[in-house]
């Protein structure tokens, strides 16, 4: 079955640098795409999300870059903070809310003092 | 508000016997909800939508007969995992469409069988 997958399972950044976590999705039927990030022991809690019909959205600190054309997708955070350590997933969804959510690999990201 | 309760939080339990993990929608009516199951260092794998008032639909390779999930009402779902073995151990996390991010999820239950 189609998948979403992850290039990098760890990355280590300097405290203040910005991080950039890629991931590339298979189905390209998929609409509606969310980041998470999980922290040891809890669930995903929601970072942002991005519809098909934009290439870029921003939030606090996080921005999600949408590539349909290669079916990549990435989010960078600014000025990385040691909260910042967790697991970052991409999640991608085929249709409305309410269709289950198909997750990528998984990204460790490490922050250094 | 789209607050998912989910309990326990983590259990020990021995080889064989059974254990219950609830989650409940605490301020609105979930019809449907999520079991994801996670192994150390992997990512959410989805085993099965449960349906308020129908049969669960499970992901394949998941065993129905083992992994008993249960709808009964709009503010509880269920998931059993009967004669439990050690490689069953994981974290199993729900998640209920809902919010205005789209999904809401459990805070997880961390299951280890000894």
């Known amino acids: 079955g189609e998948s979403v997958g992850l290039h990098l399972p760890t990355l280590s950044v300097q405290e203040g640098d910005n991080s950039i976590i890629n991931c590339a999705y298979s189905n390209s039927a998929s609409d509606y795409f969310i980041w998470y990030k999980q922290e040891s022991g809890k669930g995903p809690q929601f970072i942002i999300d991005i519809r098909s019909n934009m290439d870029k959205r921003q939030g606090q600190r996080v921005t999600v870059l949408l590539n349909k054309t290669v079916k990549h997708l990435s989010l960078q955070i600014a000025a990385t903070q040691p909260g910042d350590s967790a697991v970052y997933f991409c999640a991608e969804n085929p249709g409305a809310a309410g269709n289950k959510l198909t997750f990528g690999g998984g990204t460790r990201v490490l922050v250094k003092p | 508000g789209a607050v998912v309760s989910q309990h326990p939080s983590w259990v020990i339990c021995k080889s064989g016997t059974s254990v219950k993990i609830e989650c409940r929608s605490l301020?609105?009516?979930?019809?449907?909800m999520f079991w994801y199951r996670q192994f150390p260092k992997q990512s959410l794998m989805l085993m099965a939508t449960?349906?308020?008032?129908?049969?669960?639909?499970?992901e394949q390779g998941v065993e129905k007969d083992k992994f008993l999930i249960n709808h009964a009402s709009l503010t509880l779902s269920t998931l059993t995992v009967t004669s439990a073995h050690p490689e069953d151990s994981s974290f199993y996390i729900c998640?209920?469409?809902?919010?205005?991010?789209?999904?809401?999820f459990g805070s997880g239950t961390r299951l280890t069988v000894v």
């Open positions: 449960s349906n308020e008032g129908s049969k669960a639909t499970y």
């Open positions: 998640s209920a469409p809902r919010g205005p991010r789209g999904y809401t």
């Open positions: 301020d609105f009516q979930a019809t449907t």
